[in-house]
């Protein structure tokens, strides 16, 4: 199994300062074939269920603001929020989808506004 | 609009059984695979289950390999997880998720349920 895991565990942001998120995999999940990085970013706030932010490690979804972007290659990944609104508070996971969905998600980063 | 909404959980006893149900719409299903992922209180994201589009390929984590069965119905627009045998270690919100971004056997969900809530205690 590919293992993930997210550092830091928590993070207090200020308003409008930038937050990063690591997320690290195992083994390199970048497909050679198509060249993707098999690699989901999710957001998670109290009582709601996961929302996709950012899919292939570096494509957002639709609706998602800007001020998120995900980076990285291989086995090392990021999740940035570029500047931290109230409304960015919530628990983040890293997945990989490049083989077995056993382990598949981080741990989780919770983020705190400082 | 794509909607999954989950149902069936509850209180059960150790040992004890329950079938959730996970009724999607607002997309053609069976061109989708379905996961269930499970949320311990307070704890992170853990994979349970995964059924390609057709039915035809399943997986099961370790967990509850044996124990857990996943199936769908096409014609339903519905995907269910059969739960035996069931542990106080299984309590948790059951999630299922539309696999849009997928490998050969996994899927990243761009549409979660609400959840269900299964808890099993005595």
């Known amino acids: 199994d590919i293992v993930m895991t997210q550092f830091p565990d928590s993070l207090a942001v200020s308003l409008g300062e930038r937050a990063t998120i690591n997320c690290k995999s195992s083994r390199s999940i970048l497909y050679s074939s198509n060249n993707k990085n098999y690699l989901a970013w999710y957001q998670q706030k109290p009582g709601q269920p996961p929302k996709l932010l950012i899919s292939w490690a570096s494509t957002r979804e639709a609706g998602v603001p800007d001020r998120f972007s995900g980076s990285g290659s291989g086995t090392d990944f990021t999740l940035t929020i570029s500047s931290l609104q109230a409304e960015d508070v919530a628990v983040y996971y890293c997945q990989q989808y490049y083989n077995t969905p056993e382990n598949s998600f981080g741990q989780g980063t919770k983020l705190e506004i400082k | 609009q794509v909607q999954l909404v989950e149902s069936g959980g509850g209180l059960v006893k150790p040992g004890g059984s329950l079938r959730l149900s996970c009724a999607a719409s607002g997309f053609t299903f069976s061109d989708y695979h379905i996961s269930w992922i499970r949320q311990a209180p307070g704890k992170g994201l853990e994979w349970v289950s995964y059924?390609?589009?057709?039915?035809?390929?399943?997986l099961y984590a370790d967990s509850v390999m044996g124990r857990f069965t996943i199936s769908r119905d096409n014609s339903k627009n519905s995907v269910y997880l059969q739960m035996k045998s069931l542990r106080v270690e299984d309590t948790a919100v059951y999630y299922c998720?539309?696999?849009?971004?997928?490998?050969?056997?996994?899927?990243?969900?761009?549409?979660w349920g609400q959840g269900t809530l299964v808890t099993v205690s005595s």
């Open positions: 998720a539309r696999g849009e971004y997928c490998s050969s056997n996994s899927c990243a969900g761009d549409y």
């Open positions: 059924i390609s589009g057709s039915g035809a390929t399943f």
